[in-house]
C-alpha cells in the first residue's frame, strides 16, 4: 500500500525522535553499514555475510530499532516471513509508545502474522493499532492517512471473515469487529467497509468458483462412476454365464477326473507289480551267479595245485566247462532281466506322469470355476464400493483453486515497497 508520509509519522521503526541524537559522524558510519547490509542482503549466496553484518550494527547502535527494521527488509526481500514477523516484533518493542508511531511497520506485522496463520496474533495486533488511532497520540496523523489505515484494517478483516470457512474455527469474532472499528468517524467507518465488503466481494467470487469446480468434479466423477459400474455389470454378466455353462460340467468333469485317475492308477500298481518280480528275479540271477562264479573258482585252483594228477585234471576241466556253460546261460538271462527292469522303470515314470497331467488338466478345468467365482466376488466388492463411496470432488485442481482462492497474497499484497522502504530507511540517518 503506498501514501504520502509526513515527518511525525516516520514508516520507520525508529525516526531520529525515537533514538539518542548520534554525532555525525556516527550517523553517517551507521548508514554506510545499513547499506552495506542491503547490498549483503540482495542475495541468498551472502546470507551468512548479511546476518554477521546485522549482528555487527546491533552492537554498534543497539538500541536503534531501525537496525532491525533494516534486516527486516532483507527477510522480506527473500520471503523468510516467519523469521521477519519475530525480528518484527522485537524491533517494534524498541520504540516509544511501543511503535504504535509507525504504521507502516504495524500494517506489516499484522499482514505477516496473519500470512503465518498466527490468525490471534493478528486480530490482538489490528485492536492495538486502533486503540492506538483512537488515543491523543495520533492527533497529529492526518486524516487521509487515518482513512487509508482504517481502510487496510477493514480489508484484513474482510479477508478473516472471508476465510472462516475454511478454519476450524472463527478467526475473527463479531466482538474483535465492533473493537476495532470503534471511535471510527463516519469517514474511517466508510473507508474500513469499503476495504472490508472488497475483501469479502472478491473472496466470495473464488469460493464459489471453487464451488463451482468441486460440483463439476463431483459430476465428472459420477459419470466415471457410471461407466466403471457399467462396465464391471458387463463382466459380471459376461463371468455368470460362463460359470452358468461350467457349473453343469463340474460333476461330469469330476467324474471323468476320477475314472480316468483311477484306470492310471490301476497300470500303475500293474507296472509296481511286475517291477518288484523282476527286480526280485534279478536280485535271485545274480545270487546264483555268484554261486557259480564261487564254484568255478574254486575248481581252478584244484586245476592248478601241483598234487592235481592229469586224469584228476581233466576231469575237473570238464567240469569247469560245465559250469561255464550254466554262467553264460545266467549271465544272458540277467542282462534280459537288466533290459526287462530299466523298460519297466520308464513305463512306471509314464505311467506317474500321465497321472499327474491328468490331474492337472482336470484342476485347471475345475479351477476356471472356482476363478470365476472370485472374479464375481471380486467385481461385487468393487461395485459396492462404487455406490457406498462418498463422491467428494476434492481433486487435484479444486484444491490447487482453493488453495489459491484463500491465499492472502491474492488479495493484499505487502503493504510496504522494499525498495522505496530501504531508500527512506537510509535518508533517515542524517
Known amino acids: 500500500m503506498s501514501r504520502m508520509h509526513i515527518a511525525v509519522a516516520v514508516l520507520l521503526v525508529l525516526g531520529p525522535v525515537d533514538v539518542p541524537v548520534l554525532a555525525q559522524t556516527d550517523d553517517a558510519q551507521l548508514k554506510r ?15 551468512a555475510e548479511a546476518k554477521a553484518q546485522f549482528e555487527r550494527l546491533q552492537e554498534l547502535a543497539p538500541d536503534d530499532g531501525r537496525v532491525g527494521y533494516a534486516y527486516v527488509l532483507v527477510q522480506l526481500k527473500h520471503r523468510h516471513y516467519r523469521e521477519a514477523a519475530e525480528l518484527l516484533e522485537d524491533v517494534l518493542g524498541k520504540s516509544k509508545n511501543d511503535g504504535k508511531d509507525n504504521l507502516d511497520a504495524w500494517e506489516v506485522k499484522i499482514w505477516l502474522s496473519t500470512l503465518t496463520k498466527r490468525y490471534g496474533t493478528a486480530v490482538a495486533e489490528m485492536r492495538q493499532l486502533r486503540k492506538f488511532l483512537s488515543s491523543r497520540q495520533s492527533s497529529k496523523i492526518p486524516h487521509t492517512q487515518r482513512q487509508e489505515v482504517a481502510e487496510f484494517l477493514g480489508r484484513m478483516c474482510g479477508y478473516l471473515e472471508g476465510i472462516a470457512k475454511q478454519q476450524t474455527r472463527p478467526t475473527l469474532r463479531p466482538d474483535d469487529v465492533r473493537s476495532i472499528t470503534a471511535k471510527m468517524t463516519d469517514s474511517e467507518k466508510a473507508a474500513f467497509d469499503r476495504g472490508r ?7 466470495s467470487n473464488q469460493t464459489e468458483r471453487t464451488d463451482s469446480l468441486k460440483a463439476e468434479a463431483i459430476r465428472a466423477e459420477a459419470k466415471r462412476r457410471g461407466m466403471r459400474i457399467e462396465e464391471l455389470d458387463r463382466r459380471r454378466k459376461e463371468a455368470a454365464a460362463q460359470l452358468a455353462a461350467m457349473e453343469g460340467r463340474r460333476e461330469e468333469l469330476l467324474e471323468k477326473r476320477k475314472a480316468e485317475i483311477d484306470e492310471i492308477t490301476k497300470q500303475e500298481r500293474e507296472a509296481l507289480a511286475e517291477l518288484r518280480t523282476a527286480g526280485t528275479r534279478a536280485v535271485g540271477l545274480r545270487r546264483e551267479l555268484a554261486v557259480v562264479d564261487s564254484r568255478i573258482a574254486k575248481l581252478i585252483d584244484r586245476v592248478e595245485h601241483p598234487d592235481t594228477n592229469p586224469i584228476e585234471r581233466r576231469h575237473l576241466l570238464d567240469e569247469i566247462s560245465r559250469w561255464e556253460i550254466i554262467r553264460a546261460r545266467q549271465r544272458t538271462e540277467l542282462a534280459g532281466q537288466d533290459t526287462r527292469l530299466a523298460g519297466l522303470r520308464e513305463r512306471t515314470a509314464a505311467v506317474r506322469q500321465r ?40 481433486t487435484r485442481r479444486v484444491r490447487a483453486h482453493k488453495s489459491r482462492a484463500i491465499a492472502l497474497t491474492n488479495y493484499i499484497k505487502l503493504p510496504i515497497v522494499l525498495d522505496a522502504e530501504k531508500k527512506r530507511l537510509l535518508e533517515s540517518f542524517r
Do not use: C, H, Q
Request: charged fraction near 40%; glycine fraction near 8%.
Open 197 to 203: 465488503n472488497d475483501i469479502i466481494g472478491r473472496l
Open 33 to 47: 553499514e545499513v547499506a552495506k547490509l542491503f547490498e549483503l542482503g540482495k542475495s541468498l549466496k551472502t546470507r
Open 355 to 394: 497321472k499327474a497331467d491328468t490331474e492337472n488338466r482336470y484342476d485347471r478345468e475345475l479351477g476356471r470355476i472356482d476363478g470365476l467365482r472370485r472374479t464375481m466376488d471380486s467385481i461385487d466388492r468393487d461395485k459396492s464400493l462404487l455406490l457406498t463411496a462418498p463422491i467428494r470432488g476434492n
